[in-house]
């Protein structure tokens, strides 16, 4: 799957297994130039990031329940309404709002 922002194409990397869910972005130095999804979560933890990252809530239907921007280490940060999380390169989040369908 692909997420086209800003005229950017993105890969979407889904993270299934828990060794990959624990590692996600921890400890990644370089720019993030893909997107990370987790499915099943409700909570979105930034601990042992070394770069900031906006993260971005779905439901079930990929409609958007709640967008952070900016989000730096050490965060957690709670949507119960949600069933997938995205964490998304710095930016991306400012062309979505609350409500929109990611595709």
Same mark, same amino acid.
Do not use: A, G, W
């Given at each position: 799957? +692909?997420?086209?922002? +800003?005229? #950017? @194409?993105? /890969? !979407?990397?889904?993270? @299934? +297994? &828990? #060794?990959?869910? &624990?590692k996600s972005l921890k400890f990644v &130095? /370089?720019?993030l130039d893909y997107i990370i999804k987790i499915p099943n979560k409700k909570i979105a933890n930034t601990y042992f990031f !070394?770069? #900031? !990252?906006?993260i971005c809530f779905t439901d079930p239907k990929n409609r958007i329940t709640k967008l952070c921007e900016d989000v730096r280490s050490e965060k957690l940060i709670f949507d119960f309404s949600a069933t997938n999380i995205y964490y998304l390169p710095i930016g991306c989040a400012k062309e979505y709002k609350v409500g929109?369908?990611? #595709?």
């Open positions: 799957m +692909n997420l086209k922002i +800003n005229k #950017k @194409t993105y /890969e !979407v990397r889904e993270l @299934t +297994n &828990f #060794k990959s869910r &624990f &130095f /370089e720019p !070394v770069q #900031k !990252v906006d929109d369908i990611l #595709k």
